[in-house]
């Protein structure tokens, strides 16, 4: 109960500052905005928007959960971080909390980025959409948990967070089909796709915007959105047992 309790603390500790100043929820939007705009009249004849809005709102959840360990570099660089390891609060908690508060941000943009695009012809299941959020958001716990440990893996070097958030960030995309579907692309590149945790994510989005909410694709998105927060918190809780 005590791990729960401060996992509260540290869950709204960290999500007040969204609710005081939401302009960073809404800053968030302007890139899966503008690859809306720019990319899906270009896949006009070739993907429905029911295929390429859920890949931008998986877009968007990688884009924000893979960049919240740099908040807290700032708070171990200025010591506000060291205080919190001095208080009563469990240290897991510390590590929990952050990764929930994930959530938020990545559920309300992705329902704005829903209502934007109905306008324009999508015509999402509704039922899909909520399991889709679901979805999402479970994801977004395990890279929110992984980009914390990658703070913490490298807090005197705050531009190897940087270097290596951005490597892995743009080939998981590309090889997820986020943007592009890979159907015609060489054999090696469908093979590494299928090594990529992502593109279940993203396909078991898709089946669940078409309406598909039972088949082995939603069930195969599941266990890889379940497995990456498994991960990412597992990881995450050790390193932050190990915070000095």
Known sequence: MKL???TGIVFTREL???VRDPFTVIFGLIQPLIFLGLFAP???DLAPLEWFVPGVLVMLA???TSTTGANLIQEMQTGSHERQLVTPLSRPS???GRALKEIAPTVVQALVVVAVTVPFGLRPSPAGVLAGLLLLAVFSVGMGALSYTLA???KNQDWLFWVVQQTLLFPMLILAGMLLPLDNGPGWLRTAAHVNPLTYVVDAERALFAGDLWNRTVAEGVVAAALTAA???WVGVRAMHRAA
């Open 4 to 6: 729960v309790t401060d």
């Open 62 to 64: 990688l884009f924000g």
């Open 94 to 96: 510390l590590l929990l």
């Open 231 to 233: 991960v990412g918190l």
């Open 42 to 44: 270009l896949l006009r």
């Open 16 to 18: 007040r500052p969204l």
């Open 152 to 154: 913490l893996a490298v």
